[in-house]
């Protein structure tokens, strides 16, 4: 830590043995100064010792116990890494330093907090997100790229960003090899693998920004500027921490702490198996940090207060959703369930494709996984994927099978964006992105692992205009996205339920399992709005007729969207002739909405998209 006359060095050790902090020119990497620390600087196995001077910036260093040297895991910047997949540095010396972060105030502006409701998710990869995105040279693969995307963001109507690990890891893949020389004498060394660690999980320098996405040696000050922007743009960050089984808990803490303090997150989706979630969601200092977990003890989740910031994320509703779409025995009873999952104090995810499994296109083109370019026999990924090719085996050029492919991932992207939780996009899915079957390309760092953004097809267009425009919708309708669960009671007396479930006749008060259509009426009085919102699901592989219920004479039935429709993406809502049923096509979902029938003052947004 900086002070005012120089750097403050603290850490323990786990043996009593000589320590000393080693100075390197960061340039050279020679050594300038070894400092022996005697027990005057020690208490217990914790050593604490300031060192006057200046200049640090030019300066990297290690720490020496007995004979052995460490890279401070706590160091805030990391000196070797500078440039993506180096595998010259890799060696008997690792070639790594720690590197000093000079003028490192907290942030100091409040952090903008989106209510739970209002969020809209996008999961992106740094370099995924850039390298195919039409981007000069000098912002693929990095921040630059970044935030030259931030518009694209803000007109797809994304709030919260939720980022694949952008802390300092190692991409290089290497092993140890044992070999004899022409004496039989044996020699080890490491050497590399041909394929990287794309996604960045593993052992790593969890404080410390990844060189390579971030300009090398000014990799601190331009991620925190990255933020900045996104908080300007008026989007949130979440940072994923994949943090490994030996990391110790408090140093965990610490480092969600520092990001906060330091860099601005406003949130983190915690994986690994010995995360600390009790006192990190018991901790006041995270009471504004929202945090995703996939597992999150009962009693944790009742002991919740204040802001929405815990939040359940996990599978369950994209295999509950693809159960149903591709007829593998769904339940109607858990999807329902699953669309109006809520709760006041702690909050969900949904979401039908997620980065560890495939894409949302691809879920709709492969019967089983192609992982063979990960090289390991196909072996990796996951097995259940509840997914269906409909009649071949990726990509095809019949116009049948592309047609329907298209109409699932129109009808995922609804079931999606009409659920009352927190709904998540992963990069990619606006404009049919495809791993070409690859489900789990952790190692892919080429066209596979990167999302096609220059995707030019007709149809890839029409999506990106049909998320927008769903967007859209949810935003105007906060009805579809309250923060607490649903009563299937008129409990306010506002002249019906605030949800109720309609079938072949109207005001079906029972869903069961072997229903495959159902019409689900969302009451807007509810949230202050006029309009009521009826979504009408159908996964049947023949045309349904669901009952609408009836209205007041000043108000119509006007149906706003169909999946089905393969030409109209725009939203704008179309007066029904028959009031009293609403024909919804096979494997399609109809959107309507209650309104006055002289031409509805119709959201300007939306409109314009």
């Given at each position: 830590?900086?002070?005012?006359?120089?750097?403050?060095?603290?850490?323990?050790?786990?043996?009593?043995?000589?320590?000393?902090?080693?100075?390197?020119?960061?340039?050279?990497?020679?050594?300038?100064?070894?400092?022996?620390?005697?027990?005057?600087?020690?208490?217990?196995?914790?050593?604490?010792?300031?060192?006057?001077?200046?200049?640090?910036?030019?300066?990297?260093?290690?720490?020496?116990?007995?004979?052995?040297?460490?890279?401070?895991?706590?160091?805030?910047?990391?000196?070797?890494?500078?440039?993506?997949?180096?595998?010259?540095?890799?060696?008997?010396?690792?070639?790594?330093?720690?590197?000093?972060?000079?003028?490192?105030?907290?942030?100091?502006?409040?952090?903008?907090?989106?209510?739970?409701?209002?969020?809209?998710?996008?999961?992106?990869?740094?370099?995924?997100?850039?390298?195919?995105?039409?981007?000069?040279?000098?912002?693929?693969?990095?921040?630059?790229?970044?935030?030259?995307?931030?518009?694209?963001?803000?007109?797809?109507?994304?709030?919260?960003?939720?980022?694949?690990?952008?802390?300092?890891?190692?991409?290089?893949?290497?092993?140890?090899?044992?070999?004899?020389?022409?004496?039989?004498?044996?020699?080890?060394?490491?050497?590399?693998?041909?394929?990287?660690?794309?996604?960045?999980?593993?052992?790593?320098?969890y404080f410390a920004p990844k060189a390579s996405y971030f300009g090398g040696r000014h990799a601190v000050e331009r991620c925190r500027v990255m933020i900045q922007k996104i908080h300007e743009a008026g989007m949130e960050v979440i940072l994923e921490m994949a943090f490994a089984s030996e990391v110790p808990q408090d140093m965990m803490l610490d480092c969600l702490w520092y990001w906060v303090r330091y860099y601005g997150a406003d949130g983190f989706h915690l994986l690994g198996c010995n995360i600390p979630i009790k006192r990190i969601a018991g901790s006041y200092r995270f009471r504004h940090t929202k945090i995703f977990c996939e597992n999150l003890p009962e009693e944790i989740l009742q002991e919740q207060k204040g802001k929405k910031h815990i939040f359940l994320y996990k599978d369950d509703f994209q295999y509950v959703g693809r159960q149903l779409q591709n007829h593998m025995q769904g339940s109607m009873v858990q999807f329902t369930n699953y669309l109006r999952r809520q709760n006041v104090s702690y909050g969900f995810v949904n979401y039908m494709a997620n980065t560890t499994g495939f894409t949302l296109l691809d879920s709709y083109s492969y019967g089983e996984k192609h992982n063979r370019d990960n090289g390991e026999e196909n072996r990796d990924g996951n097995n259940f994927n509840c997914s269906f090719n409909y009649g071949a085996e990726g990509a095809t050029k019949n116009k049948q099978i592309q047609k329907m492919r298209f109409q699932q991932v129109k009808n995922g992207l609804c079931m999606t964006f009409l659920s009352q939780a927190v709904p998540l996009l992963v990069g990619g899915d606006e404009c049919l992105n495809s791993q070409e079957g690859n489900n789990n390309p952790y190692c892919q760092d080429n066209r596979i692992g990167w999302v096609q953004y220059q995707n030019r097809s007709s149809d890839a267009k029409a999506l990106g205009i049909f998320v927008k425009n769903l967007i859209a919708f949810r935003k105007e309708h906060r009805v579809l996205r309250q923060e607490n669960a649903m009563c299937f009671n008129d409990y306010k007396h506002l002249g019906m339920p605030d949800l109720s479930y309609h079938g072949a006749e109207p005001w079906l008060m029972q869903v069961g399992d072997e229903q495959k259509a159902i019409g689900i009426l969302y009451a807007g009085a509810y949230a202050g709005e006029a309009e009521d919102v009826y979504v009408a699901y159908n996964f049947h592989y023949e045309r349904a007729r669901i009952a609408l219920p009836r209205l007041s004479q000043e108000k119509r039935w006007m149906q706003v969207m169909n999946t089905a429709d393969h030409i109209g993406q725009t939203f704008e809502p179309v007066a029904l002739e028959e009031q009293g049923h609403v024909e919804v096509a096979p494997q399609s979902i109809s959107i309507l909405i209650s309104c006055a029938e002289q031409g509805k003052e119709y959201n300007e947004s939306v409109r314009a998209l």
């Open positions: 830590k900086e002070t005012a006359d120089g750097m403050m060095f603290t850490f323990f050790v786990r043996e009593d043995q000589p320590c000393a902090i080693c100075l390197y020119d960061r340039r050279s990497k020679k050594l300038i100064q070894t400092i022996d620390l005697s027990e005057a600087y020690r208490i217990g196995q914790v050593y604490s010792v300031e060192i006057l001077g200046k200049h640090w910036e030019r300066c990297c260093y290690r720490i020496r116990c007995g004979e052995h040297f460490f890279v401070d895991a706590y160091a805030r910047s990391i000196v070797g890494r500078e440039k993506w997949k180096d595998a010259s540095r890799i060696g008997a010396d690792d070639g790594l330093y720690g590197g000093f972060v000079s003028g490192g105030q907290e942030i100091a502006a409040p952090r903008h907090f989106i209510e739970a409701g209002d969020m809209v998710m996008y999961k992106l990869h740094m370099r995924g997100f850039t390298m195919q995105h039409g981007y000069k040279a000098s912002e693929k693969g990095n921040d630059a790229g970044l935030i030259a995307g931030l518009p694209y963001l803000q007109r797809l109507g994304v709030t919260s960003i939720e980022f694949q690990p952008i802390y300092e890891f190692e991409e290089v893949f290497c092993e140890k090899k044992t070999l004899l020389d022409e004496k039989g004498i044996s020699h080890t060394r490491w050497q590399t693998l041909d394929k990287t660690n794309y996604w960045g999980y593993g052992n790593a320098y």
